[in-house]
């Protein structure tokens, strides 16, 4: 993918609230994959100090629906199969996402959750639902229907 399709991506998840709030960092895309980071801070805890299982399921989320705008359509999560498998008290997890399959109008993609060792400490499956030109998109205070 360019360099500049990456920073076009980048803006994506910098003008997305949920992301910001859940420090996901997006430092990869191709087509067909995704990486990306979270910074765990005090606000993605549980009440025992560790990572939130909603914080593991928040970056899968972002780093796999990135990894289905790949192709250049947008898309929206319509089904996920989480898996929980271990926590951490590491400072930042990583994710990795890849294409399973592709068809017209949804794409199936796998995220994986790691810690700094490669530890996998979460896995999901998920179905994205192909949405181009039933969603608005608003870029630099311009509403129009992404295409």
Request: aromatic content about 10%.
């Amino acid at each position: 993918m360019s360099k500049e399709k990456l920073e076009e991506y980048r803006e994506l998840i910098v003008n997305n609230r949920f992301a910001l709030h859940n420090h996901v960092t997006l430092t990869d895309l191709e087509e067909n994959s995704a990486e990306g980071y979270l910074d765990v801070e005090d606000d993605v805890t549980n009440a025992y100090g560790m990572v939130h299982g909603g914080a593991f399921y928040a970056l899968a989320d972002v780093i796999a629906g990135m990894t289905a705008r790949g192709n250049g359509h947008a898309y929206v999560t319509q089904t996920a199969d989480l898996h929980y498998l271990s926590s951490t008290e590491e400072k930042r997890i990583y994710g990795k996402s890849r294409v399973l399959r592709r068809s017209r109008q949804t794409a199936v993609i796998e995220a994986e959750v790691t810690d700094g060792t490669g530890k996998c400490l979460f896995f999901a499956t998920f179905t994205f639902f192909c949405v181009d030109g039933r969603v608005a998109v608003k870029r630099e205070g311009v509403e129009r229907a992404d295409s």
